[in-house]
């Protein structure tokens, strides 16, 4: 099943850049797909952290993270720009 690319995430414009790339989805809600995303090893709790993006302009963005959009609820992933890739299951994101 193909992410929709009207729906939207939530992505930390800021860190862009930085590594590893962290992501989570937790439940769809709204005109979310659940899906949170960050550069870097720090996480902020602020409520500014994450900003609204369409999926579709992930691409143009971010585009390493977009076979991993897929992934149900529940999900993590961490990457790197040198081929590192771990997927896991986080059943508190549910």
């Given at each position: 099943?193909?992410?929709?690319?009207?729906?939207?995430?939530?992505?930390?414009?800021?860190?862009?850049?930085?590594?590893?790339?962290?992501?989570?989805?937790?439940?769809?809600?709204?005109?979310?797909n659940?899906?949170?995303?960050?550069?870097?090893?720090?996480?902020?709790?602020?409520?500014?952290?994450?900003?609204?993006?369409?999926?579709?302009?992930?691409?143009?963005?971010?585009?390493?993270?977009?076979?991993?959009?897929?992934?149900?609820?529940?999900?993590r992933?961490?990457?790197?720009?040198?081929?590192?890739?771990?997927?896991?299951?986080?059943?508190?994101?549910?």
């Open positions: 099943m193909e992410a929709d690319s009207k729906l939207k995430l939530g992505i930390a414009l800021e860190t862009l850049g930085k590594e590893p790339i962290n992501g989570l989805r937790h439940m769809p809600e709204n005109q979310t659940g899906w949170y995303i960050w550069c870097g090893t720090e996480f902020s709790e602020a409520e500014d952290f994450f900003k609204p993006l369409h999926v579709e302009h992930l691409k143009e963005v971010l585009p390493s993270v977009l076979k991993f959009l897929d992934l149900a609820p529940g999900h992933f961490l990457i790197d720009n040198n081929g590192y890739e771990d997927v896991w299951f986080d059943e508190n994101l549910i």
